[in-house]
């Protein structure tokens, strides 16, 4: 015998023993019962055993006779969970050819999906976004009036409004359905592309961070945020909007780019004490040449000090990147450490002698009190060079 039985039997026994006892104490008492006319005596146990044997044999028959009366509509409920799962098997299968790039599997399970009933909208849409090019606009136009989700049919309409290339129809259709408070991706996507295909520079900014205060982690949002942000930058007038449109810099939720951007839009309208400000800001979250260069160009003493010597510390580990090294003489000159600033831009030109480069040597040629046909012969090879 193997002893993990021995627990079990142990219980068994304690059980046999303690309903023998309650028998013995209290159930083995006669009753007197009248069945059909005759009188039975029994003990008290046997009338609780027949009792309950009595009530179960009523339920099974209670179960058998609904079985019978109802049976249509169980056969109905039988019927109506085969489809669904049939239902869930095509969608399923569809949307892994939608993954996939089946085309051929696409069109088949979507189709059948069509024909299942299954939210026409959600269908249709799928549909269109894999079918042929022809069928595209057919689709489209019966996702948008086919009944389901509101928010769904909504963005088949922009889709096709889009195919139609009216932009801004599409994003107003977005907007009516709640797009821009939406914390789904595909509908802020959809509005993001739409208003920034019809010119609505500020519409899609606004979609593209929302849709960064969900993903905060995804370098192509934060870059077409950077871009974005960078178009209306540069049609900023005054010192507070442009304060507006870079709130983002300030939690980190923006490319260093658009600091470059701000601070040289705020330098450009005689507020260079809030471009310092800015770039020191963006200098203390993420440090890279362009951020350098514009430090040189419109950073306050301080600042230039410390990116000087942040971009000495990374020259150690990017020692062939030019766009630093032009950066760090840059910063040099701005110092007026000539000759760290000349090292710096005459190793730029060595790695790579673009116009850029030339210009800057030229530059500091000029601040360096060199003779003017030195300080020419720059610029002629400036203009002679490569585009940067």
Same mark, same amino acid.
């Given at each position: ?11 068994? !026994? ?9 028998? !013995?104490? +209290? ?18 146990? #046997? ?16 179960? #058998? ?37 089946d085309q051929a599997s ?17 269908? +249709? +849409? ?33 889709r096709a409004k889009l ?44 979609? =593209? ?38 709130? !983002? ?8 780019? #658009?600091?470059? =951007? ?69 910063? =040099? ?45 720059? +610029? ?9």
């Open positions: 015998m193997r002893s993990s039985g021995l627990p079990i039997i142990i219980i068994a !026994t304690i059980l046999a023993i303690g309903v023998w006892l309650i028998h !013995t104490l +209290y159930l083995d008492v006669p009753v007197r019962m009248e069945i059909m006319g005759k009188i039975i005596e029994t003990p008290l146990t #046997v009338a609780l055993l027949l009792a309950v044997v009595f009530a179960l044999l009523l339920g099974l028959l209670w179960k #058998v006779a609904s079985l019978i009366l109802f049976m249509p509509s169980h056969i109905k409920r039988w019927r109506s969970g085969r489809v669904e799962r049939r239902r869930a098997r095509i969608l399923s299968d569809g949307i892994k050819a939608l993954a996939l790039g696409q069109h088949k399970n979507f189709a059948a999906a069509a024909e299942a009933g299954i939210e026409p909208a959600l269908t +249709y +849409y799928l549909a269109a976004a894999a079918a042929d090019p022809r069928r595209k606009e057919t689709l489209l136009r019966r996702a948008a009036n086919a009944e389901g989700d509101p928010m769904i049919k909504a963005m088949a309409d922009a195919a139609a290339k009216r932009p801004a129809a599409a994003a107003e259709t977005l907007r009516l359905a709640g797009a821009g408070n939406s914390d789904a991706h595909a509908p802020l996507m959809m509005l993001m592309e739409s208003c920034e295909q019809s010119g609505d520079v500020r519409g899609a900014l606004d979609a =593209a961070q929302r849709l960064l205060r969900k993903q905060p982690a995804q370098p192509v949002l934060r870059a077409k945020a950077g871009s974005l942000t960078r178009r209306l930058l540069a049609d900023a007038g005054n010192p507070e909007e442009v304060r507006t449109l870079i709130g !983002t810099v300030n939690k980190g939720k923006s490319p260093s780019s #658009v600091a470059v =951007a701000a601070a040289s839009r705020l330098a450009a309208v005689d507020d260079r004490q809030g471009a310092s400000q800015i770039l020191a800001q963006a200098f203390r979250q993420d440090v890279d040449a362009a951020l350098l260069e514009a430090i040189a160009d419109h950073g306050s003493k301080k600042l230039v000090e410390e990116a000087l010597a942040a971009g000495e510390k990374m020259q150690a580990e990017h020692p062939d990147d030019d766009d630093l090294l032009r950066a760090i003489g840059h910063l =040099a000159m701005r110092s007026q450490l000539w000759g760290q600033a000349r090292k710096a831009l005459e190793r730029a030109v060595e790695l790579h002698p673009a116009r850029h480069n030339f210009h800057s040597l030229a530059e500091l040629a000029e601040k360096e009190g060199k003779s003017s046909e030195e300080v020419n012969r720059l +610029y002629r090879r400036a203009a002679d060079s490569e585009t940067d």
